[in-house]
């Protein structure tokens, strides 16, 4: 059981968005506490309405409201984690953490976290044998981010190869691990 453990997810615009409700499902089974941060895009993908009932939050987007002024603070998200899980990250948002380019409220918590921060890339074939993501996701692991290394299958795009996000079961199964081993 994850008890109490807080478990930040961002979400990046990636077709794989569509596993994370269930995985969301299996951590709150656990009884983790889990807070969603979308990036703008991924809300083509999954919706805000879906994530927060079963999260039960709100889920964060945006970092201000215009018309209210009313704010979220990417410092206060950042330091409330227990654990930051970036998933499915896309091509782009992988770029944007290696780089530290903040223009989203999810770059920005990220890079104001100082717990441990895995990452579950997804894309297409091509795009994830690029030299510009093999390099972005070496510069991560670097920074001693544990990257959840996609399947070999069968690709949305109706391609088979490398870029598969693992399924919630082993991405549950990864936190899990990592959970437990922190406590003993
Ligand atoms: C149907 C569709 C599926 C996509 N799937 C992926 C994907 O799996 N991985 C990826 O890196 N980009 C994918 N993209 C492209 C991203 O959505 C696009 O680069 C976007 O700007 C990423 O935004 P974000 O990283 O800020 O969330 C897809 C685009 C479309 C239209």
């Known amino acids: 059981m994850l008890n109490g453990k807080k478990i930040l997810i961002g979400i990046s615009a990636g077709i ?33 309405l879906t994530l927060s009932v ?6 964060i987007v945006e970092p201000f409201n215009k018309e209210t002024g009313k704010w979220n603070s990417h410092i206060e998200l950042a330091n409330w984690a227990d654990l930051i899980l970036i998933a499915p990250a896309t091509a782009n948002t992988l770029a944007k953490m290696a780089n530290g380019i903040a ?3 999810l770059i920005a918590t990220y890079l104001s976290a100082r717990t441990k921060v ?16 093999i390099a ?3 510069k991560l692991k670097s920074y ?17 190869g ?23």
């Open 136 to 138: 972005n996701i070496a």
């Open 16 to 48: 794989a968005a569509y596993k994370i409700p269930y995985l969301i499902r299996l951590l709150k089974k656990s009884n983790a506490e889990v807070q969603i941060i979308a990036s703008p895009n991924s809300l083509n993908f999954v919706t805000p």
């Open 144 to 160: 001693g981010h544990e990257i959840i290394e996609p399947n070999v299958g069968e690709l949305a795009s109706g391609l088979q």
């Open 118 to 133: 895995f990452i579950a890339p997804t894309m297409d074939l091509d795009m994830y044998h690029h030299p510009s993501t």
């Open 103 to 105: 223009d989203n409220l």
């Open 54 to 59: 079963l999260s039960e939050n709100p889920v």
């Open 162 to 184: 490398e870029g598969r996000m693992r399924e919630p079961e082993e991405i549950f199964a990864v936190i899990e691990n990592f959970l437990k081993k922190k406590a003993h």
